[in-house]
């Protein structure tokens, strides 16, 4: 089974903090994706990889940035962390459309 | 712009029924759509994936259907359980193009014993 694993299922970050949430994916998949989750607004996608080093604004890329080095990394940045920042924030990787979407199991993340 | 609306958002049944869930899209044009389940504070975890060419995938108890012409999916489940209680989600993928999904906001399900 391929697995994407999320560093923390739990973060609490101060106001004006850089915060960095890392995914891994063991499949060499080349497509990997960072969500955020609000409850009445449903996922949205904040920034897409299609390749290492390459990266594609999603619907709400506003005080976030990306990085990803390696092909089986992908991580978020908070370059200052807001308190409209506090979401729940999910990985995803994919092989191509084909074969749909993995996610990992998310990282519950409070700004205060 | 696509458009995936689940109904109903919550749904509340006691144990043993069987219940359909469904998910509508506004752009029949897709490549794939795929079901998940998530459980309250966890990721989203795959249920099933039907292929545009497909018209429906089995999996245990649980069935999706895909009517691509009425811009409709199911899932139905079967003989539910305590244990199915989750929010289900759809996520419609498009051809051509970026084929990043569309997300449904997600039917939240309660069996009760």
């Known amino acids: 089974d391929v697995k994407v694993t999320q560093s923390s299922r739990y973060l609490v970050k101060r106001t004006g903090e850089k915060v960095f949430l890392e995914c891994v994916q063991d499949m060499d998949h080349e497509n990997m994706f960072w969500y955020r989750q609000d409850p009445g607004l449903g996922l949205r996608l904040i920034y897409f990889?299609?390749?290492?080093?390459?990266?594609e604004k999603g619907d709400i890329p506003e005080g976030y940035s990306v990085s990803r080095e390696k092909k089986e990394r992908f991580s978020l940045i908070l370059e200052s962390a807001s308190t409209n920042q506090t979401s729940m924030y999910l990985c995803?990787?994919?092989?191509?459309?084909?074969?749909?979407?993995?996610f990992g199991s998310g990282t519950r993340l409070t700004v205060v | 712009k696509q458009e995936v609306t689940q109904i109903p958002a919550a749904l509340s049944v006691p144990e043993g029924e069987n219940l359909v869930l469904n998910c509508s899209f506004t752009?029949?044009?897709?490549?794939?759509l795929q079901w998940f389940r998530q459980d309250p504070g966890k990721g989203l975890t795959s249920l099933l994936l039907?292929?545009?060419?497909?018209r429906e995938q089995t999996s245990g108890r649980l069935n999706a259907s895909l009517d691509k012409s009425s811009g409709r999916s199911t899932l139905y489940i079967a003989a539910s359980q305590p244990g199915d209680s989750a929010t289900y989600l759809c996520a419609v993928s498009r051809t051509g193009g970026s084929y990043i999904p569309t997300f449904g906001r997600g039917t939240s399900l309660i069996v009760h014993p």
């Open positions: 995803a990787s994919s092989w191509d459309r084909d074969y749909g979407y993995t």
């Open positions: 990889s299609y390749d290492v080093k390459m990266k």
């Open positions: 752009d029949s044009a897709i490549y794939n």
């Open positions: 039907i292929q545009s060419s497909q």
